[in-house]
């Protein structure tokens, strides 16, 4: 997978290890690899499959180093996090994430993680419209990340 990205800053082991505690989460190994090397951007191949509609991938979400970069801080996964909150948190006095977004997707809708069911998430798509305070509509698109990255055409 190769991504194109203008963020020149990427996340160490250590950043990644802090980012999966405040979360309280453990992230797939191929999603944390890319957000080591590419640290978010936009996929050559971005397009997938979600029911009968094909959606398409405007860009990964990346881990913004703080204080800088301004400009990704739309793109920052911790921001999208807070500017969606209550509508993509099932249950409010859980502690961490159970949704994580990793995708913006065209049309203002997100991709993300799901862990809701099991440590290791799926891959669904968060709606924005239809979604409500703690009312998150997902729907599944991909068992496994690795399972979602070979579905991208």
């Given at each position: 997978m190769k991504?194109?990205?203008?963020?020149?800053y990427r996340p160490?082991?250590?950043?990644?290890?802090?980012?999966?505690?405040?979360?309280?989460?453990?992230?797939p190994d191929e999603f944390r690899s890319l957000l080591m090397e590419y640290n978010g951007g936009i996929p050559e191949k971005r397009e997938f499959q979600c029911g009968?509609?094909?959606?398409?991938?405007?860009?990964?979400?990346?881990?913004k180093e703080k204080g800088t970069d301004?400009?990704?801080a739309a793109y920052d996964i911790n921001v999208v996090l807070t500017q969606?909150?209550?509508?993509?948190?099932?249950?409010p006095d859980r502690l961490g994430y159970e949704i994580i977004p990793?995708?913006?997707?065209?049309?203002?809708?997100?991709?993300?993680?799901?862990?809701r069911?099991?440590?290791?998430?799926?891959?669904?798509?968060?709606?924005?419209?239809e979604s409500g305070e703690w009312e998150?509509?997902?729907?599944?698109?991909a068992d496994t990340f690795s399972e979602f990255m070979s579905m991208l055409f």
């Open positions: 991504l194109s990205n203008g963020y020149t160490d082991s250590e950043r990644m290890a802090d980012v999966e505690r405040k979360w309280r989460v453990k992230l009968r509609q094909t959606r398409m991938i405007e860009r990964f979400l990346c881990i301004e400009d990704y969606v909150d209550e509508r993509i948190i099932a249950d990793i995708a913006a997707l065209f049309a203002g809708d997100l991709l993300c993680l799901d862990y069911a099991s440590a290791i998430p799926s891959v669904c798509v968060w709606f924005h419209e998150p509509v997902t729907e599944k698109v």
